[in-house]
């Protein structure tokens, strides 16, 4: 079993930064890459970020130059330094990882949390 502890969602004014976190544990041999997708009201999930086993990463347009992700593999967690919010970034943020477990890559998706950018 897998577990995906995210945090540190909110409310924040336009203009501002948050900082996301997700840590995964349980029966994970090895994660390949780690992302963080977004969902708001009435659309669809879509990505944000992504980031592989090697350190390279990839963002969509709406968010280069203001979010950077980051991976700590030692503790199996991924981070989203998300600066200059805008309110059209209000969603639920979700991690997701590709990890290899008894041969296997499976992907696996956290709870969410919400961010709100709002003044």
């Known amino acids: 079993q897998v577990q995906l502890v995210e945090s540190g969602g909110g409310l924040v004014q336009p203009g501002g930064s948050l900082r996301l976190s997700c840590a995964a544990s349980g029966s994970i041999d090895s994660i390949n890459h780690m992302g963080w997708y977004r969902q708001a009201p009435g659309k669809e999930r879509e990505v944000v970020a992504y980031?592989?086993?090697?350190?390279?990463?990839n963002y969509a347009d709406s968010v280069k130059g203001r979010f950077t992700i980051s991976r700590d593999s030692a503790k199996n967690t991924v981070y989203l330094q998300m600066n200059s919010l805008k309110p059209e970034d209000t969603s639920v943020y979700y991690c997701?990882?590709?990890?290899?477990?008894?041969?296997?890559?499976?992907?696996?998706w956290g709870q969410g949390t919400q961010v709100t950018v709002s003044s």
């Open positions: 997701k990882i590709n990890y290899l477990y008894s041969g296997y890559f499976r992907d696996y």
């Open positions: 980031i592989t086993i090697g350190g390279n990463t």
